[in-house]
């Protein structure tokens, strides 16, 4: 008796000499999700459309106060700047991320789970979800450098083994984004494309990636074909908003040579439904604090009134 025939991965990247852009095989909604009413049906339109969602003032002026009290403290303290977590920007000792933040403070852990957030996710993507990474991103005036374009999932998908495109990200602002201070950067539409990237992964790719990605980088063409075809647009707003956006959206951010800092809470949500596999770059697996995989648990929500 043969073997069931493998089904070919739709996904495969860095493996040719030239890029490719392919058409995206996943759904970028998912029905059945056990949080119907969190968003509109015009919500879910636009960001089936778009690739993203941005809502202003999603917490309260006191929560994030609290939570940029917390993460001072924490990208001051010795142990924390000691950790593998804590990541400095190229060339210095300034925090550039805090990886596994949810990890390292009960406060950014609450934030995970909280159901203005967290009910999104499990709306977006239909099923229970888990935390497949969280951080938080520094980006201080004057010095904080840039994170240039990418797909998430692109790097999730070869690098973590991360199946297919049912996860999203949330970056919540924890201080005003201005057009200047280089808040996020997003290509509409670009999530329904797969940019396949050149460029062999080397071992340990996460070491120097976290602080300049090199390789899982989009070609200069590609990017202008997506960009050509949706625009770039920079959501900004006060502090306490946030942009919800799919894990193949196509988004970066400038370097902020303003004196306002920009800083977020950054949190990743895969479906339980699409937990990881082996890395399909065929390396050893990222650091957990880099890519959760011992624990696919989903997130007990919390509702803090």
């Not at 993507?125 to 994170?147: I, T, W």
């Not at 797969?194 to 390789?215: D, I, N, R, W």
Request: hydrophobic share 35%; glycine share 8%; proline share 9%.
């Amino acid at each position: 008796m043969s073997s069931p025939t493998a089904v070919a991965d739709p996904y495969v990247s860095r493996e040719a000499a030239q890029p490719e852009l392919r058409p995206r095989v996943d759904p970028v909604l998912h029905q059945g999700g056990p949080a119907p009413e969190r968003l509109s049906a015009d919500d879910l339109r636009s960001f089936d459309e778009h690739g993203y969602l941005f809502v202003e003032n999603l917490l309260r002026p006191d929560e994030v106060r609290e939570l940029n009290q917390e993460l001072h403290a924490l990208a001051h303290n010795p142990h924390v700047r000691g950790l593998e977590e804590t990541i400095t920007e190229p060339g210095g000792d300034i925090v550039r991320s805090i990886f596994r933040i949810h990890g390292l403070s009960r406060l950014f852990e609450w934030l995970a789970r909280d159901v203005r957030v967290l009910d999104v996710a499990r709306q977006i993507l239909g099923s229970e979800v888990y935390l497949h990474q969280s951080r938080a991103n520094l980006k201080p005036g004057f010095k904080g450098k840039e994170f240039y374009w990418h797909s998430d999932f692109e790097t999730w998908h070869v690098e973590d083994g991360m199946p297919r495109m049912r996860a999203l990200s949330v970056s919540i602002a924890l201080t005003e984004n201005y057009p200047f201070n280089g808040p996020l950067m997003l290509i509409p539409g670009s999530h329904k494309t797969f940019v396949a990237c050149v460029g062999e992964t080397p071992e340990e790719h996460y070491k120097h990636s976290l602080k300049k990605q090199e390789y899982g980088v989009p070609d200069d063409q590609s990017l202008k074909r997506l960009a050509d075809r949706g625009g770039i647009v920079a959501p900004t707003g006060p502090a306490g908003s946030a942009v919800f956006f799919d894990c193949n959206t196509m988004h970066g951010s400038n370097s902020n040579i303003s004196p306002y800092p920009r800083t977020n809470a950054f949190f990743v949500y895969n479906s339980v439904d699409n937990t990881l596999e082996a890395p399909f770059c065929g390396l050893k697996p990222r650091p957990e604090h880099i890519a959760a995989r011992s624990s696919f648990a989903p997130l007990e929500p919390l509702d803090r009134g």
